[in-house]
């Protein structure tokens, strides 16, 4: 007699799993139910993991936020002319976006419905907030195009990565990481930069 095995799940596993299902169904649209049914396993084995859906939520958007400001904290954006430290946060906020594409894009799709939700929004604009001063510091010593409005050249750089939740598929045929986070940066800073 075979015995058939049921996947053991951990926390990161099953929030992995909320996270797929949170993108497809979207937040607001994925009950206990769903979870338990994506994950193979019964809701109280859910609830051995997790208090809910808002704390699966949580983690979830914690993963994505505490990768973008790591960035932040990393020596090659803390130090060096404004510009560079820019090119450099621009440069990682792509990878981080393409390595933890489905967390990023959860984080790119809260409303603000929840406790959760709204937490997750004001730290993303905290976030926002920095990389935009780091973009009025490089225009402050010169090296951004005078033509360029800073505000409007803020929204545009985040619109460009962030867009790419929208398309990027890591399938290992076509542009990796690396290569992505490359023509960002070309395609900003070949715009941004102040020709000398």
């Known amino acids: 007699m075979t015995t058939v095995k049921r996947d053991t799940y951990t926390p990161e596993t099953l929030l992995s799993v909320a996270v797929q299902v949170f993108n497809e169904r979207g937040y607001d649209g994925t009950s206990m139910e769903h979870l338990s049914k994506a994950a193979g396993i019964s809701k109280s084995s859910i609830y051995h993991h997790v208090a809910g859906k808002e704390e699966l939520l949580r983690r979830a958007v914690s993963r994505a936020l505490d990768g973008l400001f790591g960035i932040l904290d990393e ?44 937490w997750a929004l004001e730290r993303r604009r905290d976030f926002d907030h920095q990389v935009a001063e780091l973009l009025k510091a490089a225009a402050a010593e010169g090296d951004v195009r005078p033509d360029v409005e800073v505000r409007l050249a803020t929204r545009l750089v985040f619109g460009m990565i962030n867009s790419l939740v929208e398309w990027y598929r890591p399938d290992g045929r076509g542009m990796g990481e690396r290569e992505v986070a490359e023509a960002v940066v070309q395609l900003v800073f070949g715009g941004l930069r102040k020709e000398l």
């Open 75 to 118: 020596e090659h954006a803390r130090e060096g002319r404004a510009v560079e430290r820019l090119e450099y946060v621009v440069r990682r906020m792509v990878e981080v976006l393409t390595a933890e594409l489905p967390y990023v894009t959860l984080l790119l799709r809260v409303r603000g419905n929840t406790d959760t939700e709204r």
